[in-house]
């Protein structure tokens, strides 16, 4: 059991512990959070149905309802522990910022961020221990498997840098951007979406169905935010057969959508095409842009993009040694 874990409804020590655990094991008191959150919810469900049956029993009284309301506090939070509902496992990839869950369908309007901008909050990525380099020779491009799932963000790099490349030379774009963004959508790939059989989809951007797509779909539970308030949906989203034919897609669905024309015209600055991008409705999360950013951004990172930029240089330094 965590320190930080309560184990009973009124376990104040555990949850004033969660304050501390924040500071030292981030990642912990997310889930911790999360399961908390589980159970305040599986808690309004029960009151909902208690309040729903017929009252005036011969046994009730004040004190019954009383012992009856903290049995039901414990008991949610019992079923939280155990993942009953599957909410806190959802929530935990969200605040983490591993899976970024969005918007785009065709036909849906733009979202003004004016409503949520206020309570936008810049989310920390997972950062895993620092990147190695390695020589222009061991760059090479992923094989596109029926289940792709690269063990690093390394390899995740390494697997999809020449397709953001292309990607980003039909519309002028860093791919580094690009790559940073599927790293969002997809917890840096171990987190796609998955199709029928257990195949990936090899959506790397997150772009749903819609009545436009007339290719295989997955449907499976997401994250949406409306108002700044998360809520999960389910939804269907488009299925790929390679990594190449999902870098394709998403420049088609980009260019064919006139609402991404002004983040288009901002694609020779990377943070100001991800915000015009948030700006035009394609995520829902008020702190999308800022997410792609901060990945951007990390210094582990950078010596990967730029070997993987410029193989020659690295080639050279590598040789005078």
């Known amino acids: 059991m965590n320190a930080g874990q309560a184990t009973a409804f009124y376990d104040i020590q555990g949850l004033a512990s969660l304050r501390s655990q924040a500071a030292g094991k981030p990642a912990e008191a997310t889930a911790e959070v999360a399961a908390q959150f589980e159970a305040l919810f599986v808690q309004m469900m029960v009151k909902s149905m208690r309040d729903a049956t017929i009252?005036?029993?011969l046994f009730e009284s004040n004190q019954m309802d009383f012992y009856q309301g903290m049995f039901d506090q414990q008991v949610s939070l019992h079923l939280s522990r155990h993942g009953?509902?599957?909410l806190s496992d959802i929530l935990t990839e969200q605040l983490d910022g591993a899976t970024a869950t969005s918007d785009r369908a065709e036909t849906a309007a733009a979202v003004p961020p004016q409503a949520y901008l206020?309570?936008?909050q810049t989310a920390q990525s997972a950062v895993p221990a620092p990147l190695s380099v390695a020589p222009a020779a061991a760059v090479q491009p992923t094989e596109d498997r029926v289940t792709w799932q690269?063990?690093?963000p390394e390899e995740f790099i390494r697997g999809v840098w020449h397709h953001a490349a292309a990607a980003g030379a039909r519309i002028g774009l860093d791919p580094n951007v690009l790559v940073?963004?599927?790293a969002l959508e997809t917890g840096w790939g171990r987190k796609v979406i998955q199709a029928e059989g257990g195949r990936s989809s090899?959506?790397?951007f997150g772009i749903k169905a819609g009545n436009a797509w007339a290719g295989e779909s997955?449907?499976?539970?997401?994250v949406e935010y409306q108002d700044g308030l998360a809520a999960i949906q389910r939804a269907s989203f488009r299925v790929?057969?390679?990594?190449?034919?999902s870098f394709d897609d998403y420049v088609e669905f980009l260019t064919s959508n006139p609402r991404y024309q002004s983040a288009l015209e901002k694609v020779g600055d990377g943070r100001e095409f991800l915000r015009e991008l948030q700006g035009a409705g394609y995520a829902t999360d008020p702190a999308y842009a800022d997410k792609i950013i901060n990945i951007l951004d990390r210094e582990a990172y950078r010596p990967v993009f730029e070997a993987l930029k410029n193989p020659l240089a690295l080639s050279l330094t590598t040789e005078n040694r």
């Open 84 to 86: 009953a509902l599957g």
């Open 202 to 204: 090899f959506n790397l």
């Open 240 to 245: 790929y057969d390679s990594i190449a034919s």
């Open 218 to 222: 997955a449907s499976v539970n997401t």
């Open 118 to 120: 206020a309570r936008a």
């Open 150 to 152: 690269p063990d690093s």
């Open 180 to 182: 940073a963004q599927s």
């Open 55 to 57: 009252s005036g029993g």
